[in-house]
């Protein structure tokens, strides 16, 4: 059986034979197709990349109808049952998990880079009090480029991963400092001797004049849920710091770009839109109502649906097992009732099961991330500081390939012909 497509093209007569490489046919190949010598020849057309794919990528692996999700080959359950998110944030970085030497340098990596620029600090009161968290952390973010000019130089590899190494160092401490911006609070220094998600932990809560100590239980969870969340392939943001870095920008102004897409409520933001729902809601009676609402298409069903993921999302699964461990020491939230009930009438509702909605990985999250005390203009900047790793990831992977050039997709021009300006 040969690895080819064969064409045939009604409007001349002509036939074709397009190789398949690894389920794909080059879009390229089908330039060959024309009707003229004038002609372009043919393009696909592909309004939000649907069954397109823009990349060859070793880092990521999805199966959405069996819901697997792997990590440079690694299953996503062990990962966040066996590692620590540095641990995976390596290993998405340069593909295999560290060595117990490896993990000491590269942890000592990122803690020297804890502290982000004091100039950077000064930025904090030109924002408004009640700004959001996540505009705050996308404009922290873009303003790095103006302190690490040397960032440009991103065709050299190892500049690129100091970069790499400053951002995933840097990003904590820019969303704490979001934070206590809002609150009024004074900023509090980086601590060395700390985890990534206890040191976080620490900058966003600690009292002044009072110690600090991350409750070992609350502190293993975010770390899970920051592997969880370090890489998803090519989605939303993550499409938009490969478009914005491969026009050779620095990675921060690209990762501001991609921060920027997180924060919609179909992507990232999603989470803080599952919290408002629920909090509307409000109590199980009036679940069916809602439900009403959904398939009127009035709202949409938030934290469910997937692009990829047509059966449960395995980070959901996991973060649900975590919220038990996570309210035993915090207390029940509430609304996890609330929750529950809606996926249960969901999953057998035949609104959802005929488009194969279930919960994706924000139908659980914020519930864990209210009961640890963030606030939910947090939600998208927790999705955001995991993420940094995989975008960073995907970025150098980007730069490393020899097939990638500038993201310019095809338009098809449906407008006016040309036509003259009336004289007056
Ligand atoms: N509630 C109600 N109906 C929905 C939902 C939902 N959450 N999601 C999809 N549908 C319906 C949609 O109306 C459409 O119905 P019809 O065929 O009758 O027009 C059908 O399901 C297919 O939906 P779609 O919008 O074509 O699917 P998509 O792949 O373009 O969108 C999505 C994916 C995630 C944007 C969408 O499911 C959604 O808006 N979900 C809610 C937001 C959300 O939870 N986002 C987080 C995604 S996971 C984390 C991340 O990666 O950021």
Redesign the pocket.
Known sequence: MADTLTIIDNRTGRQYEVPITDGAIRAMDLRQIRTADDDFGLMTYDP?FQNTASCRSRITFIDGDKGVLLYRGYPIEQLAERSSFLDVACLLLDGELPTADQRQAWTSAITAQQRPPAGSERLLPGFPRDAHAMGVFVSLVGALSTYYPDAKKVTDPDNRRRQIERLIGHVPALGAWAYRHNRGLPLVEPDPSLSYAGNFLRMLFKEDGREYEPHPVLERALDILFILHAD?EQ?CSTNAMRGIGSSHADPFSSLAGAAAALYG????G?NEAVLRMLLEIGSTDRIPEFIKR?KA?EV????????VYKSYDPRARIIKRTADEVFAVTGRNPLLDVAIELERIALEDEYFVK?R?YP???FYSGLIYQAMGFPVEMFPVLFAIPRTAGWLSQWDELMRDPEQKIARPRQLYVGPSRRDVPES
Do not use: S, T, Y
């Open positions: 939000a998803h989605n409520p179909l992507h990232g999603a959904v298409g949409r069903l938030m934290g469910f649906g997937h692009r488009r909605l994706n990985v924000d």
